[in-house]
């Protein structure tokens, strides 16, 4: 176990790098020091607010030789807890770091500083006429670092892939102090160890993400979107396997209809279908001519025919694409308040039904007292199971509660061969059940990395390993 230095850290850092902005008032403490998590109370002993990759370099040096604790902090909106600081950490924020440093149209890549949000490198694509396709709710104000830091996923990971799939480069600041830069853009590199993927996805335990070059890809083409009600599970494999056949498929999202009514009260949205259904699915698709519209209406009433849809409507313009969404893309904020407590799973695309089924009777016989709300990405078999928390019961014991839960769910995911985080990470709250995600020796494996890039284990201690 590491000795860390919280005492006396801020004036190590201010002697060592004055030019650094470090913050310890305590409304910057409080806001900086979590993310969207409401299990742990932040308490980090400092912000640092660094603008330039030498200001890193300078920090990382004194934070290693001092053995102060660093936790990288992006746009804040992660679920597992990775961002948070509740043991007098120095939290780095990358705030002032937010240049976009290089457009190339010949490579189709941008290069952006850590700090520069999500929707901004859509954007910035969109007036090239390009396309960067890594989306979810909190695009708005998610950062790149942490989108690469996670490997974020999101709703067009279908057609796109993850993060990882749009990184063609990446400048990292390591706890020795080195700043690698792995892969330099490069379509094709086959020199060995791809260092790049070591970073996609560790959580701020290896080092700090300090630019990215990001792959943009062709302009979406115009698209339309479904909303389905279906009544039950294998029912809602059939419609996938029918559509994805039919039709070029950009997202396959589903809810039940306890997220319906959360989403719906949370944002005033009528009823979107006139038959309550137990489930629903938002298909998104390419749409660009009547031809694909037909083979749609013809598909859908394949599965009407089947009896494995019971309704559904199509978006007829734009407008109602971003409608149809809402029901979708609401649901998280519409329950954040309980809180919920967050499990993404995720297991192969064939073992969905069969999972959703187990998890239903292990649900009801270990926590029936307990609403669940799920939703998720199915067409890519991840799934979120979320605990709501009953207004009376005091936050540690629900969360005590959850963890019994937790201890199950995650056992019957192993047992079938799926993982305990698909998209959100281990982070602070799933890091006691990573040895049901990974083999001890798989383990020992990456904590010998991590001792590799982060010798004196300042990065995000007590996050993942
Ligand atoms: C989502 O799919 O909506 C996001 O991962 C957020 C969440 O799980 O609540
Ligand atoms: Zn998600």
Sequence with gaps: ???????????????????????????????????????????????????????????????????????????????SGGAVAAHGEVVVSFDRMRRVLDFDPIDRTVTVEAGVVTAAVQELARTRNLYYPVSFASEGSSQIGGNVATNAGGIRVLRYGLTREQVAGLKVVTGRGEVLECNRGLVKNASGYDLRHLFIGSEGTLGLVV????????PPLPSKVMLLGVGGMDALMNVFDTLRADLALTAFEFFTDRALHYVRAGLGLPKPLDTACPLYVIAEFDCPTGAEEDRAMASFERCVQQNWLLDGVISQNDRQVAELWRYREGISESISHFPPYKNDLSVTISRVPEFLQRMDELVDEICPDFEVVWYGHIGDGNLHMNILKPGAMELSEFESRSHEISEKTYALTQSIGGSISAEHGIGLLKRPWLNRAHSAAEIEMMQGIKNVFDPAGIFNPGKLL
């Design 1 to 79: 176990m590491v000795n860390f230095k919280t005492s006396g850290a801020t004036d190590a850092l201010r002697r060592a790098c004055p030019e650094l902005r470090l913050v310890t008032e305590a409304g910057v403490l409080a806001s900086h020091g979590r993310d969207w998590t409401r299990f742990r109370e932040p308490a980090p002993c400092a912000v640092a607010f660094p603008k330039s990759v030498q200001q890193v370099c300078e920090l990382v040096a004194c934070a290693s030789a001092e053995r102060i604790p660093l936790v990288p902090s992006g746009g804040r909106t992660g679920l």
């Design 211 to 218: 630019e990215a070059t990001l792959r943009l890809t062709d």
